[in-house]
């Protein structure tokens, strides 16, 4: 899959998202979804992504905190502000 593709399905992802978070002001996305979303497999056990032999291997909080979430290391999931509001 190239890369604009993946971009614009997680684009499309957090999108909806956003959308369906109403009022709550964050939205919620499993990490898991985030790195595959990038191309990426991610291991649950170790909380962490792994890319293709071109780049390294990044933490789940890494990948949250890339989008400007915060990760919730219970529900593996980040939590991401709504900046539209």
Do not use: W
Request: charged share 20%; with cysteine; hydrophobic share 30%.
């Amino acid at each position: 899959m190239s890369h604009r593709v993946t971009v614009g399905i997680f684009g499309t992802a957090v999108a909806l998202a956003l959308s369906l978070s109403g009022c709550a002001g964050r939205a919620r996305i499993s990490t898991q979804a985030m790195c595959e979303a990038h191309g990426g497999s991610y291991s649950s056990q170790a909380k962490q992504c792994t890319y293709p032999p071109q780049q390294p291997p990044r933490s789940a909080a890494e990948l949250c905190r890339m989008h400007g979430g915060e990760l919730d290391p219970v529900s593996d999931e980040c939590a991401i502000n709504d900046r539209t509001k």
